[in-house]
């Protein structure tokens, strides 16, 4: 029997840290060993290890993927390894730790051979919100870095703009360049350095093992191989194929690309739909009941009518140009940006909306893209491809595209779109609110939601404003839901989760989903059901009663902004009982759980006495 203690951390602390924690605990207690573990987590460090039992310890296992302190451990026989190792396998972890020999040195990880020195680390992380994965994937990588003995500098680029931004300086003595992301990203900034591209959940998951990842699958990036190219012309073959190296991440290439359109979009929508909210408000202080219609000209030159014209004809008339050209910028890099935005414009002229904006986007990416690989010119001329004949070329052929093939037919099917669902009935309009809302809570900030969320967003061009007030009632529901499960069924939940339940329900009232993937992380079979249910409730009510929302984001706050939202108390008690269903379900669906926290039921083994 070997005296153990062991610390557990991950990059959000949250669901691997008790997870690794709990599986060490039950493995320890079948192997006759005694075991202390510490969670160092975003909740703060719980079951914190003393100095005595530092002391009588016979080793340490640091089941972590981020970087601890280990100057307490000086002198122990350390053995290192993930959170993931301690889940899926702490019967073989104890295992190796039970043999380990000399006490190990902080240089050395387990399973990874010492560098010959560190090595220096940039990188680049980005998710299609920019808020959650974002900061999460950059904490892992730096975590990885730290771990692996290395240096790393990480940019976000999120909502509110790029933060801790690389200079040129760090960029020339990087030794390797990671982009972590799940929209495409300017790497020409990169030319001549070793690029190693992925997507943010594996660098949350495992950030050192993508680093380890990258050291032998990075590829040089910008210069072609015939060397000696003009440093001022990036290669854009180079740069395709760095993006089918992202491709091959695990995200599918066509929602990496559109999530680009619609993560550069989404300002453009916020801001058009809140201004277009505020001039309705100002319109009914102004005008009373007739402000509703503040758009008309007799309301031309007061505040109201300014600024729906700013909201409506200015932020609203750029969002699918913007689309557009940044799912054409994905797929073919600088070039693709002009054609893609003209694409998007015509879309607009054609009466095609948001539909003939993705459509235009692809269409001039992928032309763009060809255009590029189908060229060849001297070298003294390459130079000239990405500022004038590719956008050209690339202008011409999807105009043309846009104005007789895509236009019509497309405008034709947007305006049944719009005349369908403007038309739906009660039963069919809450069937389609079920359908918005149980995606809009299945993965919670992920593929399908974005695609619930893109769907409702796009059609606020075509003035449909019942599916956003859907999707954004079902995507408040989750977390919203779990705040007050943890106040009312404490029980089912850890001292952990009870705590982290009071940040979701902040998350909750700001229409942030991804509040609740902690929770869902840690227990997804009865979690995900009870919050898609909820959602599904949610949503269903919303459409059913009409209710109308035309600011696309902004959760309760909006609620305030007097004819933001058509049929008020109706659009709350959606919101209201989708969150009561979810907390109910997950009150019947999760077990009471001991001191311990495991279920009551669940079988136990007596810890071996010292």
């Known amino acids: 029997m070997a005296q153990i203690v062991a610390v557990t951390a991950c990059p959000t602390g949250i ?17 006759g060993h005694t075991l202390h573990v510490e969670t160092q987590g975003s909740v703060g460090t719980q079951d914190a290890l003393t100095p005595a039992q530092i002391a009588q310890a016979d080793l340490v296992i640091l089941a972590t993927d981020v970087a601890v302190d280990e100057s307490r451990f000086a002198g122990k026989t350390i053995v290192r390894a993930g959170t993931q190792d301690a889940i899926r396998d702490p019967g073989a972890l104890l295992a190796r730790a039970a043999t380990s020999g000399a006490p190990s040195s902080p240089a050395t990880s387990a399973g990874t051979a010492t560098p010959a020195g560190p090595l220096h680390i940039v ?12 900061f999460m994937a950059a904490e892992g990588l730096e975590g990885g870095a730290k771990k692996l003995g290395y240096t790393a500098k990480i940019e976000t680029q999120g909502s509110v703009g790029a933060g801790n931004a690389l200079t040129p300086d760090d960029i020339a003595r990087a030794d390797l360049v990671v982009i972590a992301a799940d929209t495409n990203v300017d790497l020409s900034r990169f030319t001549g350095k070793r690029v190693y591209v992925t997507g943010t959940k594996a660098a949350i998951k495992d950030g050192a093992g993508v680093i380890t990842t990258a050291q032998t699958q990075a590829a040089v990036h910008g210069q072609g191989a ?31 690309h559109l999530m680009t359109g619609v993560s550069h979009m989404l300002p453009f929508v916020v801001a058009g739909g809140l201004l277009i909210a505020l001039a309705f408000a100002i319109g009914s202080f102004q005008f009373g009941d007739q402000g509703i219609f503040i758009y008309e000209d007799k309301y031309a030159g007061t505040l109201g009518n300014t600024l729906f014209k700013i909201g409506a004809n200015g932020a609203f008339g750029l969002f699918v140009p913007v689309l557009a050209g940044y799912i054409a910028f994905s797929i073919a890099d600088r070039p693709g940006l002009a054609p893609g935005m003209i694409g998007g414009f015509l879309a607009g002229l054609t009466g095609s909306g948001f539909l003939g904006g993705i459509i235009a986007g692809f269409l001039a990416g992928y032309l763009v893209l060809w255009l590029t690989r189908a060229i060849k010119l001297p070298r003294t001329l390459e130079g000239l491809k990405p500022t004038l004949i590719l956008p050209l070329l690339g202008t011409l052929g999807v105009g043309l595209l846009m104005m007789f093939v895509v236009g019509k037919p497309v405008a034709a099917a947007l305006t049944g779109l719009t005349a369908w669902l403007q038309g739906l009935g009660n039963t069919s309009a809450a069937l389609l609110g ?28 075509a003035k449909v404003y019942g599916p956003i007030a859907a999707t954004m009632a079902a995507g408040m529901t989750p977390p919203l839901a779990l705040f007050l499960a943890t106040l009312i069924f404490k029980n089912r939940f850890t001292k952990d989760e009870v705590e982290a339940g009071k940040a979701a329900g902040v998350l909750g009232i700001s229409f942030i989903t991804e509040g609740a993937i902690p929770f869902a992380a840690r227990d997804p079979l009865r979690v995900i059901p009870s919050l898609m249910a909820g959602s599904a409730v949610a949503g269903a009510i919303s459409m059913a009663a009409g209710c109308l929302l035309r600011a696309p984001h902004g959760g309760i706050f909006v609620l305030f902004i007097p004819n933001a939202v058509t049929n008020l108390p109706m659009y709350v008690a959606a919101i209201v009982a989708g969150t009561v269903v979810s907390t109910l379900m997950l009150g019947i669906l999760k077990k009471p759980l001991g001191e311990d926290g495991l279920p009551l039921n669940a079988a136990r083994t007596p810890v071996a006495a010292d």
């Open 434 to 461: 079920a359908l918005l809302g149980g995606m809009m809570a299945f993965d919670m900030g992920g593929p399908i939601n974005k695609a619930a969320y893109t769907f409702s967003t796009g059609l606020l061009g």
């Open 226 to 256: 015939a060397g000696g190219a003009d440093p001022g012309s990036p290669d854009y073959v180079a740069q395709a194929a760095a993006a089918k190296a992202a491709k091959n991440a695990g995200t599918p290439a066509f929602y990496k």
């Open 123 to 134: 990188g680049i992380t980005a998710c299609p919100t920019g808020i959650a994965h974002t």
């Open 15 to 31: 669901a691997h840290t008790f997870m690794a924690a709990e599986s060490l605990r039950r493995a320890a207690a079948q192997a």
